[in-house]
């Protein structure tokens, strides 16, 4: 496990104007909350009203293990927004990308870009409305869960990765790598980053078929009568991949080169997985824009299929599209 990073000190230079942060739930309000703890100017965006109210009354709280922090920044809904910005960190759900792309888009400068700090292939939804000029690929893998109104759980530091999604350093990519390493000290900055996102869709097939039984991901991973599923499930994504022209990616533990190799590799991978499993909620993506890993719950939780759907649901509501 990652030790917790270093209260951070404020920033030598800040950006002139602020980042907006369009979703304030796990994702969102984690990166948001850790960046304005840090100095930088965020402006967020929810449909909560509640949630927006509460970051503008200073009670944006992160709990759990790797951070407690308080913080106050400007925030609005949707329809209350005004001006136009550089910087815009998407993170919402994948299914609703193209939603809140659509209703961001007026709020992007000419010049600026859209960052998808999402679950997914969301940046090829992004790049289709906003431009791929103004689109940034973006992979996260920390654990957090939206738990009321102001409330985040930032459970386990993990993986971040940036990248222009034509493999160039720029100076925007650049600027956006330190940027995020305030929030994540070993964020990466990568020439392939849809080989971070293709690797995590790989990962998150077996995420996602864990939905279909009532086991907790740790033991329906373990049990030796899926295994060949699994690794099919697997191979097939990163065949899929492959067929893009893209060479998946490892991470955090994660070795995707494994499941195309001979049965000692896939093996060893295989108890990697099984040594720290992922919490339920991080199957909650989609595969092709795929599964991803952000929430957690108690791994040792078993839970019915009517309650699966109905904590589920309770998440989904109020919060919708935006978590």
């Not at 991803?292 to 108690?298: E, F, L, Y």
Request: net charge neutral; proline share 8%.
């Amino acid at each position: 496990m990652r030790p917790s990073p270093a209260p951070p000190a404020p920033p030598a230079e800040s950006p002139a104007e602020p980042i907006v942060v369009w979703g304030a739930g796990a994702i969102g309000g984690t990166i948001g909350a850790m960046l304005r703890h840090a100095g930088h100017p965020v402006h967020f965006v929810d449909i909560v009203p509640e949630h927006v109210a509460a970051i503008r009354a200073g009670a944006l709280h992160l709990e759990g293990p790797v951070a407690q922090v308080g913080v106050a920044a400007p925030a609005d809904l949707p329809a209350d927004l005004r001006g136009r910005f550089k910087l815009i960190l998407l993170a919402v759900k994948a299914h609703h990308t193209e939603d809140a792309t659509r209703a961001l888009l007026p709020h992007l400068a000419d010049d600026g870009a859209v960052v998808s700090c999402q679950n997914g292939l969301n940046e090829l939804v992004i790049a289709d409305l906003a431009g791929r000029a103004r689109t940034i690929g973006c992979f996260v893998n920390f654990y957090a869960d939206y738990l009321a109104p102001g409330r985040i759980l930032y459970a386990k530091r993990g993986a971040v990765v940036v990248g222009e999604l034509d493999g160039r350093t720029t100076a925007r990519i650049a600027a956006l790598h330190r940027l995020l390493q305030t929030f994540e000290p070993d964020a990466v900055l990568s020439d392939n980053i849809f080989g971070y996102l293709w690797g995590k869709a790989g990962y998150g097939a077996i995420l996602k078929a864990s939905a279909l039984t009532d086991d907790t991901i740790a033991d329906f991973i373990a049990d030796p009568a899926r295994r060949a599923m699994l690794i099919a499930l697997v191979r097939e994504v990163l065949a899929v991949a492959r067929a893009e022209g893209v060479v998946p990616l490892g991470f955090d533990g994660f070795d995707p080169d494994a499941f195309l190799a001979n049965d000692a590799a896939i093996a060893a991978a295989w108890r990697r997985s099984t040594a720290a499993p992922p919490s339920r909620a991080a199957a909650s993506g989609a595969i092709s824009p795929c599964a991803s890993a952000a929430a957690t719950s108690p791994p040792s939780s078993r839970r019915s299929a009517p309650r699966r759907a109905a904590m589920d649901s309770k998440r989904r509501s109020p919060t919708g599209w935006w978590r």
